[in-house]
């Protein structure tokens, strides 16, 4: 059964730190675009970053570029999300995601329709 886990929120002060982690069961992250997703109350579910199949290449939204980093753990069959310089507009439920695609091109990388099997979302809320 093909499983995503998600971990690693909590509360943290402006300016800190979350590495989140998504753990995949019943199938090999390799070959498959992951993409990290947040949404806040009363937003639409936004992609935040992707790592792509294979060539490990990655993207990110244009608010978090600069400060978040995706990586993916081969031997672990995990994807992180290295969250730093946090912002309270950062605050969200963040979900992590398999591409139904093995390709994604541009915009489409951040549209939750390309995605198909979701994790349960782990909370990030930055307050001071």
């Known amino acids: 059964q093909l499983r995503l886990v998600e971990s690693g929120g909590g509360l943290v002060q402006p300016g800190g730190s979350l590495r989140l982690s998504c753990v995949a069961s019943?199938?090999?992250?390799?070959?498959?675009?992951i993409g990290w997703f947040r949404q806040a109350p009363g937003r639409e579910r936004e992609g935040v970053s992707c790592?792509?199949?294979?060539?490990?290449?990655?993207d990110y939204t244009s608010s978090v570029k600069g400060r978040f980093t995706i990586s993916r753990d081969r031997a672990k069959n995990t994807v992180y999300l290295q969250m730093n310089s946090l912002k309270p507009e950062d605050t969200a439920a963040y979900y992590c995601?398999?591409?139904?695609?093995?390709?994604?091109?541009?915009?489409?990388?951040?549209?939750?329709?390309?995605?198909?099997?979701w994790g349960q979302g782990t909370q990030v809320t930055v307050a001071s």
């Open positions: 019943g199938f090999s992250l390799e070959g498959y675009i």
């Open positions: 995601a398999k591409a139904r695609n093995a390709v994604l091109h541009g915009s489409s990388k951040f549209d939750p329709k390309n995605y198909d099997y």
């Open positions: 790592v792509l199949g294979y060539t490990n290449n990655t």
